[in-house]
Nanobody, 127 residues
Framework: QVQLVESGGGLVQAGGSLRLSCAAS????????MGWFRQAPGKEREFVSAISWSGSGTHYADSVKGRFTISKDNAKGPVYLQMNNLKAEDTAVYYC????????????????????WGQGTQVTVSS
């Protein structure tokens, strides 16, 4: 079965950087869009960023635009989320997700569009 595994979370001071990775494994997996979501305590899960499987298209939430960069190495390589100039409000559990069907990357902003999810990695930004 397909599995998504996140890594790279941790504790960082405000203004610092972290890079999250999401690796996929399983038999003959192929996705259309990979995305990152986050969920802070007491809040709903929210969209952060998404990238097309080819890596040619990306989309960001307004709250992270200009600070976060999503990228992908190769056809089946990991997806990365480079997070710079982190703020206390970025503190959350970050989840990697993937769609099994075609979704325009600009429309892949709701969790219901995604079929596979990782377990999440904690990011804590101290102010």
């Amino acid at each position: 079965q397909v599995q998504l595994v996140e890594s790279g979370g941790g504790l960082v001071q405000a203004g610092g950087s972290l890079r999250l990775s999401c690796a996929a494994s399983g038999p003959s997996f192929s996705f259309y869009v990979m995305g990152w979501f986050r969920q802070a305590p007491g809040k709903e899960r929210e969209f952060v960023s998404a990238i097309s499987w080819s890596g040619s298209g990306t989309h960001y939430a307004d709250s992270v635009k200009g600070r976060f960069t999503i990228s992908k190495d190769n056809a089946k390589g990991p997806v990365y989320l480079q997070m710079n100039n982190l703020k206390a409000e970025d503190t959350a559990v970050y989840y990697c997700a993937a769609t099994a069907g075609p979704v325009p990357v600009v429309d892949a902003t709701t969790s219901t569009k995604y079929n596979y999810w990782g377990q999440g990695t904690q990011v804590t930004v101290s102010s």
